[in-house]
């Protein structure tokens, strides 16, 4: 939805609300596009799996009976 610079005043509300439904809002001066309003992303949780993978390929030497699920439970970092 294109929106002329003056109305998102009398809207802003409404149009914020639209955007955190995904609609995307783009306001514009004279004819030009100058911003959009677009909703957050929302955030997720990720699996320990998620993180883990996300490291690539880290080499390192767990202490002797440890798991990284051990390490992650610890509050580690490494």
Same mark, same amino acid.
């Given at each position: 939805? +294109? $929106? %002329? #610079? ?9 149009? $914020? ?8 809002? $783009? #306001? !514009?001066?004279? %004819?030009?596009?100058r911003?959009? #309003?677009?909703? $957050?992303? !929302? +955030? ?7 993180? *883990?993978?996300? *490291? ?8 002797? %009976?440890? !798991? ?9 970092? *490494?």
């Amino acid at each position: 939805m +294109k $929106v %002329g #610079i003056l109305k998102p005043s009398n809207r802003l509300s409404e149009l $914020v609300e639209r955007a955190s439904q995904g609609e995307e809002i $783009v #306001i !514009t001066l004279r %004819g030009k596009e100058r911003a959009r #309003i677009v909703s $957050v992303p !929302t +955030k997720r949780r990720r699996s320990r799996k998620e993180i *883990f993978d996300s *490291f690539g390929r880290v080499h390192m030497k767990l202490p002797k %009976g440890m !798991t990284v699920n051990d390490l992650i439970d610890e509050g580690r970092r *490494f």
